[in-house]
């Protein structure tokens, strides 16, 4: 048996550690010279490198075929309308053609380049809807759509083109964001085809990064936050139950709803937990009792509430929720607890409370728009229930003991559709129980198409909660090419379940990828199968 190391490619010129993110523009206009620098900035924050390779839309087919792109990360796409279908307005107006024909002609272009990308090719693909910001009808007719409102109805037939794991940018929106005036450039429109700002391309990339983010799981996991100025107005200990401020109007709107956000996070996947200097019973009085009160006790993983130092609070809800501290960001409106934490727990993303701030603060976040509400319960409850774990575990003086008391049940088989999405978050996801390979929705199934490939889904029960499906392991003709197990399920001998498996499939070679944090596992697997 072999652990075949995979090597990272590098850029001669970048860090020899820095991940690589190849990313293929396929447009009919020239986003240039902005959006290739602005790329290369936003993904080194995250120790990633660019290559960014430019495809011309009308020769897409020449060039992807000239070219070697079966690593592509991500294919985006983005053609001008204007540019697709020259003088819309007139053709619709003269009657050469309807506004049905002209729709339809649109989206067959666009069919046609999908369909060959997917046919093709197996990265998630980044499609930029069309606008109509540049027409200069307006300066005659007013602010009214000219156009029948093409975009919009293109855009509406462009999403239900798009599978799952590929997404639809609200263009529109990007530009409403900075001004319409703002995002374009007149003068390299006439000269090099380029007809956007430099603000526009630059919040076109980061609309690009932030995607790459969601694509692949790339967000922290839990947020935890401080109640007095944060979740309501004015402090609890001083002004009592009756004296805080929260609702629908007046002074506690703003707290009402940055508590819808706070909720939407929580719907989307993200562990909220409670750190607050005040009385426990207080505190959970508010949640539980108070009218205006989004948040309730339920959708709260972790309460450390009591007067002790917040440093030590967070490493406490770090080890109860069983995660690292570089998934963690807090949030608090004391400038003094947002310095101590930097300063001591410089993992954990630290935000100071605002009210005009905090949402884009907040970007720190990358959630898939997808919400799967049963997968969302069992991973919240899971971690919900860990400080119950942790004192089953005190009252056992050995290990199996206590993994008897907890009545757990391993079920191992062969994924079905339905889960390939999260063995895709999970492969995606996964740092320290990994073999460190990495697929996205597309290439998990691109897989499971082959005959020689088996594909195994790991579902864990125990007397707390059902924690879903935590981990995953994928076998080429006797290559182990995948094996993650979510940290919730650590320490509890479901390795070794997953291992037996392994035996089962006369396991020759395996595919290994440094994350910086699994070389355990490697060395676990490796003396397993030795025997």
């Not at 002790?308 to 995660?323: M, P």
Request: proline share 1%; aromatic share 10%.
């Amino acid at each position: 048996m072999k652990i075949l190391e995979l090597q990272k490619q590098v850029d001669s010129i970048r860090n020899e550690n820095f991940e690589i993110s190849n990313i293929t523009v396929i447009s009919n206009i020239v986003l240039e010279p902005y959006l290739e620098p602005c790329l290369k900035m936003l993904f080194a924050e995250n120790e990633y490198n660019v290559f960014l390779r430019q495809v011309l839309y009308d020769d897409y087919r020449v060039e992807l075929n000239d070219l070697i792109y079966d690593k592509c990360n991500l294919f985006v796409v983005f053609l001008n309308f204007d540019v697709l279908i020259d003088d819309v307005v007139n053709i619709i107006a003269c009657g050469e053609k309807s506004s049905a024909q002209v729709i339809e002609e649109v989206y067959s272009l666009c069919e046609e380049l999908y369909n060959y990308l997917k046919q093709n090719y197996e990265a998630t693909v980044v499609w930029f809807g069309f606008e109509d910001y540049y027409c200069q009808c307006k300066n005659v007719v007013g602010h009214v759509s000219v156009s029948r409102l093409l975009v919009d109805k293109i855009n509406i037939k462009l999403e239900e083109m798009l599978v799952i794991e590929d997404v639809l940018v609200d263009t529109k929106r990007i530009i409403a964001e900075i001004g319409i005036n703002s995002a374009y450039d007149i003068n390299s429109k006439y000269r090099w085809n380029a007809p956007y700002s430099k603000k526009a391309v630059k919040k076109m990339a980061c609309e690009i990064k932030k995607q790459y983010n969601i694509i692949n799981n790339m967000t922290p996991k839990c947020i935890v936050l401080d109640c007095d100025n944060v979740l309501w107005g004015g402090i609890l200990s001083e002004d009592g139950f009756d004296g805080i401020h929260l609702g629908r109007n007046g002074l506690g709107r703003s707290y009402y709803d940055f508590q819808k956000f706070i909720l939407t996070l929580y719907y989307h996947g993200v562990i909220l937990a409670v750190c607050s200097k005040n009385d426990l019973t207080d505190v959970k009085k508010v949640f539980n009792e108070h009218d205006e009160m989004i948040l309730k006790e339920e959708y709260i993983s972790c309460f450390k509430v009591n007067w002790a130092n917040k440093i030590e609070n967070i490493k406490e809800i770090s080890d109860d929720l069983n995660i690292g501290l570089s998934s963690i960001v807090f949030v608090d409106d004391s400038i003094f607890e947002i310095e101590a934490v930097k300063k001591f727990l410089p993992e954990v993303t630290t935000i100071l409370y605002d009210r005009d701030s905090i949402y884009n603060e907040l970007g720190c976040f990358s959630l898939n728009k997808e919400v799967n509400l049963q997968q969302i319960q069992e991973r919240i409850t899971t971690y919900a229930t860990n400080l119950q774990r942790k004192q089953l575990r005190a009252q056992y003086d050995n290990f199996e003991s206590y993994l008897v008391s907890l009545e757990m049940k391993v079920d191992i088989h062969l994924a079905r559709e339905i889960e390939f999405n999260r063995i895709a978050e999970l492969s995606q996801r996964t740092n320290k129980r990994t073999m460190g390979m990495r697929y996205s929705l597309s290439q998990i199934r691109e897989k499971v198409k082959k005959e020689s490939y088996k594909l195994y889904s790991v579902f864990v029960t125990d007397k707390f909660s059902n924690l879903g499906l935590i981990g995953t392991i994928g076998i080429d003709d006797r290559v182990l090419d995948l094996f993650c197990l979510s940290c919730r399920a650590l320490g509890r001998g479901v390795e070794d379940r997953m291992i037996q498996v392994l035996h089962e499939n006369d396991i020759e070679d395996v595919l290994f990828k440094s994350t910086g944090k699994n070389e355990e596992l490697k060395l676990i697997i490796e003396a397993a199968l030795r025997k």
